[in-house]
């Protein structure tokens, strides 16, 4: 049993815990991510940690209410427990190397990119980080990053905060006037990171992280299949993490999609019993 | 008494019902069918059976003991050898192993040994529930020990060891112990019931699982040892799916085995939406390929309520891999056998599996694994529409230790490579199961766990 120590929300349907798993808070790097199962009757989801205190041993995660499960993970509140909890799993990111990096994250995608940002900027890399949302009650972490980052450009889709638009009309003014970029990360929706991966030079390495339905998360079920350069990969094993520019977006998408049916009606369900 | 040249008939569930439900098939004998089959054993001196066993179960022994009625001796002298009966005697294929060698096999049907033990097995759970069957208390020793995944031969070396008084640490991936017992093989051939409580008698034996533990991401091999642990025995089996390369193979409705298996059996998305795991199986159904995990596919689909289910196999019926048993069941239940074809695409229509194009095989030759070669038959190609489609052809180890673990050496499939006596190329790392092999069976898994005790046992009284 897992217990959450803390409770935030950080914008309407996007919640943040801090949850304690010593074992997992040691060893988790950037990149990586965990499954949990809330108890018994849950399904197993997997969530990107979006920060770690080795100290403390506690992680945490931040997560947009989209269905069932995260809505069920969302009513926990501080002192509940979470029954299984496993990992850190996927890849670390290689962070090594580059000076001078863009770093975007989209909705909820942001929390996930939080700990990147941060990460390069302890390596002392030079940061230009962009975020974006619908709406400015969704715009999440600004404070964080931006004692972070070196500048942060903010859009929403509405304009009413920051720019008006999405991040990729940032990211294409950036890469006009930067030339001497290393690296390109984009978290967020797969529509997002398919426009960045689409707006990137080849000769810009294009990293996105990208967020499969998956059961075990070990390389067992084969669920979380992508095609990335012509070659099947398990987002599990070999990623979450992949090189943008390789990436079979439309069929991600169309994977995601499977269990649309089965999920509103559990949600329903859900609902009909909270209500 | 006439001698009884045909096995004791055992009840099952009629297919006409159990189409409808996961509950177990095979019913298992009762006293008197047990007492029945017990004595058409011919108690040989050199028994031969205990020869095919990989384990080394002294048959003729527990046999006797159903006889002289004494079930306590019975399950005594099984559970010397055999630390889950009650799971090998309803997954063992024993028609390749210890009845293959049976005596009264020669002339008529062997031995059913495999129902015999699993008759045993069942009673001593049933006895285990009501008392304290706790074993006389064993000499702890100080070394701890850690096993690393809790399938067959997880569970059987770390018995084998606690039994010596070993302190043995079982980790294991998942949120419940069993390994592929607990994954792969449907509740309607091992109940759940059944794996709970043969490996609570596990833990009885003073072994303590540890649930969501990745070794090689939540603790590494190098740090098993700094933590105190003397030896590792790594049995984390043939966990990763294969898939045929083949043209839209990714589109949904395309299942590996794993994955459909894993969704009914550890996330029992059988009793979606109590249980919150999705599965989707529309009206027609192909599984490819011919081993007993293509059979728990199909067989599970019928149960999900899919209409037409098709095996899809590239050989004829003489070389399908899985078990007599579960072929036959699987025919009682419907499945339709579409023999010598093999798929070559996958076609869709909105992102969605639509059919298989399958061309027609024939056998010529024979291969290095002694197996007729199938070969395309030029202009023979053909379609079927599919709803999904369930991919069984196997698995191969899995690399997530190998990723991890500096030092950790493996053959080209992937496999840990070991010695004779499953020491791998760490020093006091042992190996065992599937991870060296690839897939295989339970009970050749639960023999290299067996294996494997012994020589640690060795390694550390020499230490």
Avoid at chain 1, 113 to 129: D, M, N, Q, R, S
Avoid at chain 2, 70 to 78: N, S
Avoid at chain 2, 160 to 176: N, S
Avoid at chain 2, 449 to 456: C, H, L, N, P
Wanted: proline residues 5%.
């Amino acid at each position: 049993m897992y217990k959450i120590i803390e409770k935030e929300n950080l914008a309407p349907g996007i919640k943040r815990i801090r949850v304690e798993a010593p074992l997992i808070a040691r060893k988790t790097h950037p990149g990586n991510f965990i499954i949990l199962r809330i108890g018994e009757f849950d399904e197993r989801i997997p969530l990107t940690v979006a920060d770690y205190d080795r100290d403390k041993g506690t992680i945490t995660l931040i997560f947009q209410e989209v269905g069932y499960t995260t809505e069920r993970l969302g009513s926990l509140e501080a002192g509940d427990y979470i029954q299984d909890l496993v990992g850190p799993l996927g890849k670390r990111l290689d962070l090594e190397g580059c000076k001078k990096v863009i770093c975007i994250g989209g909705g909820s995608g942001t929390a996930l990119l939080y700990p990147i940002v941060k990460a390069f900027h302890e390596k002392g890399a030079e940061i230009l980080t962009i975020t974006g949302a619908r709406n400015k009650e969704l715009v999440i972490l600004e404070k964080e990053l931006r004692t972070v980052s070196d500048k942060l450009f903010i859009t929403t889709d509405d304009g009413s905060y920051g720019r008006h638009g999405f991040v990729t009309d940032i990211l294409a003014d950036l890469l006009i006037t930067h030339s001497d970029i290393d690296l390109v990360v984009a978290i967020g929706p797969v529509p997002m990171m398919k426009a960045v991966s689409r707006i990137t030079p080849a000769n810009i390495k294009t990293i996105v992280s990208l967020n499969a339905l998956m059961v075990d998360g070990t390389g067992m079920c084969g669920g979380c299949r992508v095609t990335v350069g012509g070659e099947t990969k398990f987002t599990c094993v070999d990623g979450p993490a992949f090189d943008g520019h390789q990436v079979d977006f439309d069929e991600i998408m169309n994977r995601q999609s499977y269990y649309q049916e089965e999920e509103k009606h559990i949600c329903r369900l859900g609902r009909e019993v909270n209500s | 008494m006439a001698l009884q040249k045909e096995k004791t008939p055992v009840k099952s569930q009629d297919p006409e019902l159990r189409i409808k439900n996961f509950d177990e098939v095979c019913l298992g004998y009762n006293k008197s069918e047990a007492v029945q089959e017990a004595g058409r054993c011919l108690q040989c001196k050199d028994p031969a059976c205990v020869k095919g066993c990989p384990v080394e179960v002294p048959i003729p022994d527990f046999i006797k003991a159903i006889i002289d009625d004494d079930l306590d001796r019975a399950a005594h002298i099984i559970k010397s050898k055999n630390n889950l009966p009650a799971i090998c005697g309803r997954v063992c294929p024993q028609e390749e192993q210890c009845e293959k060698l049976c005596i009264m096999g020669k002339k008529y049907e062997p031995v059913a040994i495999g129902r015999l033990e699993r008759f045993v097995g069942d009673y001593a759970l049933k006895k285990a529930g009501v008392s304290d069957s706790r074993p006389a208390k064993i000499m702890k020793k100080k070394e701890k020990i850690a096993v690393v995944g809790s399938g067959p031969a997880g569970l059987t070396a770390a018995a084998d060891l606690a039994k010596e008084g070993y302190q043995v640490t079982l980790f294991e991936a998942l949120h419940a112990a069993g390994g592929v017992l607990r994954y792969g093989i449907p509740e309607f051939r091992l109940p759940e019931n059944i794996l709970d409580q043969e490996v609570s008698e596990i833990q009885k034996l003073g072994v303590e699982i540890k649930l969501n533990v990745v070794i090689g991401k939540t603790i590494t091999i190098d740090e098993l040892f700094a933590e105190g642990y003397s030896t590792v025995f790594i049995g984390t089996g043939a966990g990763l799916p294969k898939f045929l390369g083949l043209p839209g193979e990714n589109l949904n409705g395309i299942y590996s085995a794993n994955e459909f298996l894993t969704r009914v059996n550890l996330m029992k998305a059988y009793k979606f939406p109590e249980y919150k795991t999705p599965v989707r199986i529309g009206k027609k159904v192909a599984v490819i390929g011919g081993g007993n995990v293509a059979m728990d596919s199909a067989r599970t689909a019928v149960r999900l309520g899919a209409e037409e289910v098709s095996i899809i196999y590239r050989r004829s019926k003489e070389e399908l891999p899985a078990r007599d048993e579960e072929i036959e069941h699987a025919e009682e239940e419907g499945v339709i056998f579409r023999l010598s074809n093999n798929p070559t695409a996958f076609h869709g229509e909105n992102g969605r599996v639509k059919s298989i194009e399958c061309v027609k095989m024939k056998l010529e030759g024979i291969d290095s694994s002694g197996r007729p070669v199938p070969v395309p038959v030029a202009g023979s190609n053909w379609s079927l529409e599919v709803d999904n489609v369930i991919i069984a052809i196997g698995q191969t180890p899995n690399p997530l230790l190998k990723y991890n673990t500096p030092g950790l050496k493996t053959n080209l499939n992937g496999g840990i490579i070991v010695d004779e006596n499953l020491s791998a190329s760490i020093p006091g790392v042992y190996a065992g199961g599937d991870i060296v092999t690839g897939a295989a069976t339970v009970i050749k898994a639960m023999g290299a766990g067996k294996k494997a005790a012994q020589s640690i046992i060795k390694y550390l009284e020499e230490k």
